[in-house]
């Protein structure tokens, strides 16, 4: 019997994306064990209207405080790695992480480290307005010794509204993939030798096909990394 430890997902912001991170946890351990072999998953999916309402109107810390209990939750169901789902949502990573005792894989930290493993330096950073116009995400790469570049205002607002009136709606459109890989193409001309596509939907809108530049897709280098350590 392969040793495996216990994944606790936080997930459902948006269920979309969280159904991606099932996904590719199952197809990896299959790819790595073979057979009938699958991931060992505890899955707590939350209501993102109640979520997505704390962020509107800027109650981090209330968020912050449903998603540790949420994790302590977890790690009392067996948990031994805790993933977050969502990128935006790492802005309240600390709570989580004072909240348990387990690993916290946090998903910059996995991106980072594929983007230095190919040799880059400058990155543009797409994700919703909260990822790109705070400093919790960016900084964090930027410890890792990476350069970070977001899009124009105008670039920004059409990412976000991408991100949340259609892709967390379950709606991938061609003109979409069209505007947003026009704003990679605008990265590129500002410097930027990758890109991140930092937040959870955009791997269901934008494929390495559709950049110039090498994407760095955060929900498959986090379960990659959430895979590694689980066999660990």
């Not at 099932?22 to 009938?36: I, M, P, S, T």
């Not at 040799?119 to 790109?132: E, H, K, Q, R, Y």
Request: glycine share 8%.
């Amino acid at each position: 019997m392969h040793p495996q430890k216990v994944i606790g997902l936080i997930g459902g912001m948006s269920w979309e994306s969280t159904a991606e991170y099932y996904r590719l946890a199952n197809e990896l351990v299959r790819d790595r064990l073979g057979g009938l072999h699958s991931a060992r998953l505890l899955l707590a999916s939350v209501d993102f209207a109640d979520i997505e309402r704390l962020q509107a109107t800027g109650e981090w810390d209330a968020a912050g405080e449903r998603l540790a209990d949420i994790a302590r939750s977890l790690e009392a169901g067996g948990a031994e790695i805790l993933l977050l789902c969502t990128n935006t949502m790492h802005k309240v990573a600390p709570a989580i992480e004072a909240a348990t005792s387990i690993p916290f894989l946090h998903l910059a930290d996995a991106t980072a480290s594929a983007v230095q493993a190919a040799g880059i330096d400058t990155v543009g950073l797409l994700g919703t307005a909260f990822t790109m116009e705070q400093t919790f995400y960016s900084e964090r790469l930027e410890r890792h010794g990476l350069r970070v570049l977001v899009p124009e205002a105008a670039d920004r607002a059409e990412v976000h509204r991408v991100i949340y009136d259609e892709l967390c709606r379950g709606q991938v459109l061609d003109s979409s993939r069209d505007a947003v890989s026009a704003v990679i193409s605008r990265l590129a001309d500002a410097g930027a030798r990758g890109v991140i596509l930092g937040c959870t939907e955009l791997e269901l809108l934008i494929s390495q096909a559709d950049s110039q530049i090498p994407t760095f897709p955060t929900t498959r280098l986090h379960v990659e990394a959430a895979i590694q350590a689980a066999f660990s």
